[in-house]
């Protein structure tokens, strides 16, 4: 167990519609990052935020967007989906050092 | 900028024995770290290994060993007495301050 929590697990949902995926990272990290995995291929860096500011953007889609919270939790908000951003979301975060990053489950997002 | 290659989509071994996974990586970091993640058929993103690239010794964790060339920028996984378990995704990972950069994984499959 990495300590890093994503809710929900599972997300069935139809192409236009919008969800948010929440994160929880580390007892004491500051900056918790966003990646995309579709099937059978590697992590797609989405955003990075630091302490509730954005650090770093990667290849982040308009119709996505984030934010982290005065607590350091963590929204990624998908809009106008389509069957295309069906895939794998995880959720990671790292602490002082910036180096090593924890990765929470995943959320599986399907598209219908 | 970081970029890490591993040019091996799929590798086969057979239980209990050896087998190496390449990896090559580039950055522009003086202070940069490198991991091996594993990823077997639940998604969970696993840390199986990290160096810390100022350390010139190769990591080791139990059956898992790398071979880090830090001129040749190569750092290859070693893993001894393959088990069944360890048939997954590998993802090899390059980490500088506040960016993960992962290669587009190795399938290995362990068989009887």
């Known amino acids: 167990d990495s300590g890093v929590t994503q809710t929900p697990k599972h997300l069935i949902t139809a192409t236009g519609q919008r969800v948010t995926l929440r994160c929880s990272p580390r007892?004491?990290?500051?900056?918790v990052y966003w990646y995309q995995q579709s099937l059978d291929q590697g992590l797609q860096f989405l955003i990075q935020?630091?302490?509730?500011?954005?650090?770093a953007k990667g290849n982040i889609l308009e119709r996505f967007s984030a934010q982290q919270f005065p607590d350091l939790h963590s929204e990624l908000n998908l809009s106008s989906l389509e069957l295309g951003d069906s895939a794998l979301y995880f959720c990671a975060s790292s602490g002082k050092d910036n180096y090593e990053q924890y990765f929470g489950p995943g959320t599986r997002l399907t598209v219908t | 900028a970081q970029t890490v290659t591993q040019s091996q989509p799929e590798m086969s071994v057979q239980e209990a024995e050896t087998v190496t996974l390449s990896c090559t990586y580039d950055t522009s970091e003086n202070n940069y770290y490198l991991f091996w993640y594993k990823q077997p058929p639940s998604r969970q993103m696993i840390l199986v290994i990290r160096?810390?690239?100022?350390?010139?010794q190769n990591a080791t964790e139990n059956r898992f060993s790398v071979n880090f060339q830090k001129a040749a920028k190569s750092f290859s996984l070693k893993i001894s007495d393959s088990q069944l378990g360890d048939t997954a995704m590998y993802f090899c990972?390059?980490?500088?301050?506040?960016?993960?950069?992962f290669g587009t994984g190795t399938r290995l499959l362990v068989s009887p």
């Open positions: 935020y630091y302490n509730g500011e954005e650090r």
């Open positions: 007892s004491g990290d500051l900056s």
């Open positions: 990972a390059c980490a500088g301050f506040q960016k993960l950069v």
């Open positions: 160096q810390e690239a100022y350390k010139q």
